[in-house]
């Protein structure tokens, strides 16, 4: 089994795993020389692309994992959603739902149906992988954010105001980003991806009796659809030190921190029958080499060696990032010799 993947069910390691959110993408040159001439929707409609995307940072860098080049709107368009990925903006939403007949006019595609197009690169990546591929998806309250706010949000004031003011339809909407999701991720799992992560990026937004009470089920539901299926489930999230407990009991078999809670504190919170990923700021590897080096020292030491840590950043790689921080972070995660803990 490779250390990813020992890693993930805390099982003893021959050094910590690394991947990074992100990896694949703006800040490596062979990607950006792609660009020039293929959109991201491009690359994604042509497994052979989305590959050789996938697989870049595998090459170059040497994590111990593959993150699916895609986008976590795609599978959408399965659901009836008209949108655009704009450079520099994120997503756009032709028509944002405002009222509970845009709930109802939303479908509920049947796995692959999601996202095609997705699914077929899946197939290629995991045929030409040399490491374990990870497929995602987002999740409910992150999505319906999207599909409410109509674009990326500061504040997320339309989507908590359709949640308060609507919270029959909001519920419908979750419900059916759950079961989409779920079908997607299953139909990953078919085709080969070996963990899943899921994407709650502004979960953190949420007040905890909100995120309680109108949300966590749904993202529960996605965990318990995979459940059968034996690969390791991620949670990831970004500002939830406010909410790792509800997170941790949501069901995932990893809880991904961000850089604003101590790897150490956040894992005793979440709980050590779970394994833990993170937490790097991206930030620092806009830094100088030194610190790189003492910033992940000083994550990998606060894991104290305990089986189950997945080196990661906080949230993704930055555009501006150098090649050599990055092979640098990956080499001083690989050459940390730990003293290990019960």
Request: net charge negative.
């Amino acid at each position: 089994m490779s250390r990813f993947l020992s890693a993930a069910r805390r099982k003893p390691v021959d050094v910590t795993p690394i991947w990074l959110m992100r990896q694949a993408g703006r800040s490596l040159p062979e990607y950006r020389k792609l660009r020039e001439r293929w959109t991201l929707a491009d690359i994604v409609a042509q497994p052979e692309l989305c590959a050789e995307v996938t697989l870049q940072p595998v090459r170059r860098l040497g994590v111990d994992a593959a993150v699916m080049f895609a986008d976590i709107m795609l599978p959408l368009q399965g659901m009836g959603v008209d949108f655009q990925l704009v450079e520099n903006v994120g997503p756009v939403i032709a028509h944002p739902i405002a009222t509970p007949a845009d709930v109802e006019r939303l479908g509920v595609p049947d796995g692959e149906e999601a996202a095609p197009q997705v699914i077929a690169a899946v197939r290629q990546v995991v045929a030409e992988s040399p490491v374990p591929v990870i497929g995602f998806s987002g999740a409910p309250f992150t999505l319906a954010s999207y599909l409410i706010e109509g674009r990326p949000s500061r504040d997320f004031a339309r989507v908590k105001a359709f949640m308060f003011t609507e919270p029959q339809a909001f519920e419908l909407l979750l419900d059916k980003l759950a079961r989409t999701m779920a079908g997607y991720l299953q139909a990953q799992v078919a085709a080969g991806v070996q963990a899943v992560q899921v994407f709650d990026s502004w979960v953190g937004a949420l007040a905890p009796e909100d995120y309680e009470s109108r949300v966590v089920k749904h993202t529960r539901a996605i965990f318990e659809s995979l459940a059968p299926l034996g690969v390791p489930r991620i949670h990831f999230g970004t500002d939830t030190a406010g909410l790792l407990e509800p997170i941790a009991q949501s069901g995932p078999d990893v809880v991904s921190l961000d850089w604003r809670v101590p790897l150490d504190e956040g894992w005793r919170r979440v709980g050590h029958t779970r394994a833990i990923q993170g937490n790097l700021d991206p930030a620092v590897l806009l830094g100088p080499a030194d610190l790189v080096r003492d910033r992940a020292r000083d994550v990998l030491r606060r894991a104290g060696g305990r089986a189950g840590h997945i080196f990661n950043l906080g949230h993704g790689v930055l555009p501006d990032t150098t090649v050599a921080n990055l092979q640098l972070l990956v080499e001083t995660v690989h050459s940390w010799v730990p003293a290990h803990v019960a």
